[in-house]
């Protein structure tokens, strides 16, 4: 199975906004609407940060929002803080009922 | 609070089985799916697979054939036991609770700090 596909690295300034992308197949995105996304620290565990393509857990901030469109799935961050500077995975369901992460995005805070 | 910890060697030998333990605490394992992903060093995460309480399982097809994880509800643990190990198994190893929510769909909500596995003689 292969990994779904996001970009190496995304960059931006404080207080603007960055958006990753996570391409996947017609058998796990355009199929399914589990998208996830994780923010890891360097030395730390994963954190979910958006579940069901767009939905944020208990005490993730507002600045991160998620969207889909056919099979590209985004998280956004608007209002970019030096302490967003982690490595950002997608997820998804795919046909065989287990799970697929992208490769990981780094994103700099300039 | 949920929390998991990971158990095990650190070191493991080629050809041998990688077994590791992750210990719930907090809340009861039962109910719940509890999953494994990896990360090599300098790399991306890795589904490995999951374990219902009930025992049921499903596995990363590309591990499948070396892959156990099995649960302990007495212990209120579940193990990993992936065989035939090579240095391409050398990676951080999560455990992670795998929680579904409204919508019927499920995420990794709580996950443990994670074990660094190296293979080799």
């Known amino acids: 199975q292969s990994a779904l596909t996001q970009p190496a690295s995304v960059s931006g300034s404080p207080g603007q906004s960055i958006t990753i992308s996570c391409t996947g197949t017609s058998s796990d995105f355009g199929r399914y609407n589990s998208v996830s996304w994780y923010q890891q620290h360097p030395g730390k565990a994963p954190k979910l940060m958006i579940y069901?393509?767009?939905n944020r857990p208990s005490g993730v901030s507002n600045r991160f929002s998620g969207s889909k469109s056919g099979n590209t799935a985004s998280l956004t961050i608007s209002g970019l803080q030096a302490e967003d500077e982690a490595d950002y995975y997608c997820n998804s369901e795919n046909s065989s009922g287990t799970r697929l992460f992208g490769g990981g995005t780094k994103v700099t805070v300039l | 609070q949920v929390q998991l910890q990971e158990s095990g060697p650190g070191l493991v030998k080629p050809s041998e089985t990688l077994s590791l333990t992750c210990t719930v605490s907090g809340g009861s394992i039962s109910g719940y799916y509890w999953s494994w992903i990896r990360q090599p060093p300098g790399e991306g995460l890795e589904w490995i697979g999951y374990v219902y309480y009930t025992g049921s399982t499903n596995y990363n097809p590309s591990l499948k054939s070396r892959l156990t994880i099995s649960v302990d509800t007495s212990k209120n643990q579940f193990s990993l036991n992936l065989s035939s190990v090579t240095a391409a198994d050398t990676a951080v190893y999560y455990c992670a609770r795998f929680t579904r929510y409204d919508s019927g769909k499920f995420y990794l909500d709580y996950w443990g700090q994670g074990t660094l596995v190296t293979v080799s003689s």
């Open positions: 069901d393509v767009n």
